[in-house]
């Protein structure tokens, strides 16, 4: 596998076009296009570049050595999932709502007096 067709893989399993990795590693789209057709070699520091985004080491990009590059690390390249548990917290804060109101609700006289006759109702 040469070098253009490892980062052509790299950009593809990282869910990138070729003009977004551009972008990233500030150079143009035909840069890349070059790169990954093996009519040009990326310099140095792009090498270096490419490696961060793709959440790989150096070696492993231009030699091809080393375990299958994974998913990217970068926060911007991984996808948010859905809160979910968050709406379970609704019914919650509703509840503490209402059992301050009604706690605050008896703390006034009349109602704090009825709280004391309850029991005289109920047996």
Same mark, same amino acid.
């Given at each position: 596998?040469?070098?253009?067709?490892?980062?052509?893989?790299?950009?593809?399993?990282?869910?990138?076009?070729?003009?977004?990795?551009?972008?990233?590693?500030?150079?143009?789209?035909?840069?890349?296009?070059? =790169?990954?057709?093996?009519?040009?070699?990326?310099?140095?520091?792009? $090498?270096?570049?490419?490696?961060?985004?793709?959440?790989?080491?150096? %070696?492993?990009?231009?030699?091809?050595?080393?375990?299958?590059?994974?998913?990217?690390? %970068?926060?911007?390249? $991984?996808?948010? #999932?859905?809160? =979910?548990?968050?709406?379970?917290?609704?019914?919650?804060?509703?509840?503490?709502?209402?059992? @301050?109101?009604? @706690?605050? #609700?008896?703390?006034?006289?009349?109602?704090? #007096?009825?709280? @004391?006759?309850?029991?005289?109702?109920?047996?």
């Amino acid at each position: 596998m040469t070098l253009g067709e490892r980062i052509q893989s790299c950009r593809k399993r990282a869910g990138l076009s070729q003009e977004q990795l551009a972008e990233r590693l500030g150079v143009s789209r035909q840069a890349v296009s070059k =790169w990954e057709s093996d009519a040009a070699q990326p310099e140095l520091d792009k $090498v270096v570049a490419l490696a961060r985004v793709f959440g790989i080491t150096t %070696d492993q990009l231009l030699l091809g050595t080393g375990p299958a590059p994974q998913m990217p690390s %970068d926060p911007a390249l $991984v996808k948010k #999932q859905p809160r =979910w548990y968050l709406l379970g917290l609704l019914p919650l804060v509703a509840g503490a709502y209402l059992l @301050i109101r009604g @706690i605050l #609700q008896l703390s006034t006289l009349g109602g704090f #007096q009825e709280l @004391i006759r309850l029991p005289e109702y109920l047996g």
